[in-house]
């Protein structure tokens, strides 16, 4: 009598762990269906939203609805520089100015994701120094330009359309971007007509798609909240939020900013310009006769040291790897000596 008690607490056990498996089981299956199915009506929304873009459309026509005339916000005079910071038309523009001007074709500067024309201040006070005219845009929502449509619907076409007005205001200059910014000097060769005196790509998504960093996608799979956070909202800003986020993917140890004072300066981002330089909304242009120079960390977090050797290898471009820097060169311990290399790159195109 006593063992079949006992055999039939075992199986009335067996039961109730079969049940508590059960539950979980279903939980689990529960959220994945909900999780599948909110990342599908996701994946919809943004296939909505970039399959209709035709860019040679989006920029046959200026789109800038900045308000008012042309604001002076600082003027600063050196012994070899002016600098003077406005705002045109909904345009911050960090223009500098050398006392002495050694070379014709002034720089047009292109800010990533997260930043503003700010972000180039280091390498603009020594090209100044070395004769170079420069010219630091901020894309509207970013820096101190005033966002014309909520910055989760900006697309990098309608970024282009701005990075087109700013390259238009001079005679075959010299266009750099960082970042993103160097995906969209990359749609500036494929769509833009404007000649060019030389490209630089400062740590550029790579050619053919935006995620080619392995550390990056490591991040993201880490923190599962993550993609959920960007794709619920299309803002890419948890990204670099909070500021041990922003340290870790865009700087390294000893950079000249802290990640708190970085995080600080840095504001949201479309996470739908991400999407689009991966196919099949994005191929890069396969004949680029402009002088080109890549530039890439390799401690790079954001997009990647071997990303870079790709990309110049693609283009035929020259290429620069910078031992022990990050992402955000410009801000990095060895800024000096990354933007001397760049500055005698750019001597011999001028």
């Known amino acids: 009598m006593g063992l079949f008690r006992l055999q039939c607490i075992k199986l009335s056990e067996k039961g109730v762990i079969m049940d508590i498996v059960s539950w979980l089981a279903w939980g689990v299956g529960g959220v994945m269906v909900v999780f599948m199915g909110a990342y599908l009506l996701v994946t919809v929304y943004i296939v909505g939203q970039l399959w209709p873009i035709d860019v040679m459309k989006s920029l046959q026509k200026p789109i800038n609805q900045g308000k008012g005339g042309k604001k002076l916000v600082e003027q600063v005079e050196t012994e070899h520089y002016r600098r003077v910071q406005v705002i045109e038309k909904g345009i911050e523009r960090i223009s500098y100015y050398p006392k002495v001007k050694r070379f014709d074709r002034p720089i047009v500067m292109q800010h990533g994701m997260w930043h503003g024309g700010w972000c180039w201040e280091t390498w603009q006070v020594m090209l100044a120094e070395w004769g170079w005219e420069s010219h630091a845009h901020s894309l509207p929502g970013h820096g101190l330009s005033p966002a014309q449509k909520p910055v989760p619907k900006c697309t990098l076409d309608y970024y282009l359309n701005f ?11 010299i266009l750099m971007g960082h970042s993103m910014g160097g995906a969209l000097s990359q749609w ?10 030389a490209v630089v790509l400062v740590a550029p998504w790579a050619a053919h798609r935006v995620l080619r960093a392995p550390a990056l996608t490591a991040g993201m ?22 500021a041990r986020n922003a340290g870790q993917l865009l700087i390294t140890e000893g950079a000249l900013y802290t990640a708190e004072a970085l995080h600080e300066r840095l504001g949201n981002e479309s996470a739908l310009v991400m999407y689009q330089h991966m196919k099949p909304f ?26 870079g050797k790709e990309t110049a290898e693609f283009y035929g471009a020259d290429f620069i790897g910078v031992v022990g820097e990050g992402h955000n060169l410009m801000m990095e311990r060895g800024y000096k000596e990354t ?12």
Do not use: C
Request: negative net charge.
């Open 339 to 350: 933007v001397t290399k760049i500055h005698e790159w750019l001597k011999g195109r001028v």
């Open 282 to 307: 994005w191929t890069p242009p396969t004949e680029v006769a402009v002088p080109m120079l890549v530039v890439n960390g390799t401690e790079d977090k954001a997009t990647d040291f071997a990303g």
């Open 163 to 173: 990075l087109q007005a700013e390259v238009g205001r001079y005679e075959k200059p």
């Open 188 to 197: 500036f060769l494929k769509y833009v007509e404007q000649e060019l005196t």
């Open 221 to 242: 799979m880490s923190d599962p909240t993550l993609a959920v956070r960007m794709m619920w909202r299309m803002d890419a800003y948890p990204m670099v939020d909070p």
